[in-house]
């Protein structure tokens, strides 16, 4: 078992950054990594894939703008957040591709204001 813990969230006006961490207790080298986000009234999405060989995948409501990474010798995959949206506004959370429901973390929040 994994324990992954978000940060770097917060309030950012549109057109902004932010970027996103996500810290494993142990080594996920091996696992291919996401980032999911949830909206208030929607449903959880996967936005951005890392797969372990290093190939990336985004949602198309956030290609162009997120780039997804990762530092297997920290532990750590990234999601760096350009010209962000409104419609960006989410709770973010990492989690393995397939997830499992025993990773999900307390998530961070982003609010972009308009």
Not at 18 to 37: D, H, N, T, V
Not at 92 to 104: A, D, H, Q, S, T
Request: proline share 3%; net charge positive.
């Amino acid at each position: 078992q994994v324990q992954l813990v978000e940060s770097g969230g917060g309030l950012v006006q549109a057109g902004g950054s932010l970027r996103l961490s996500c810290a494993a207790s142990r080594s996920i080298f091996s696992l291919s990594m996401g980032w999911y986000r949830q909206a208030p009234g929607k449903q959880r999405e996967l936005v951005a894939s890392i797969f372990s060989g290093g190939t990336t995948r985004y949602a198309d409501s956030v290609k162009g703008r997120f780039t997804i990474s990762r530092d297997n010798a920290k532990n750590t995959v990234y999601l760096q957040m350009d010209r962000l949206k409104p419609e960006d506004t989410a709770v973010y959370y990492c989690n393995r591709i397939p997830y499992y429901e025993i990773y999900w973390g307390q998530g961070t929040q982003v609010t972009v204001s308009s």
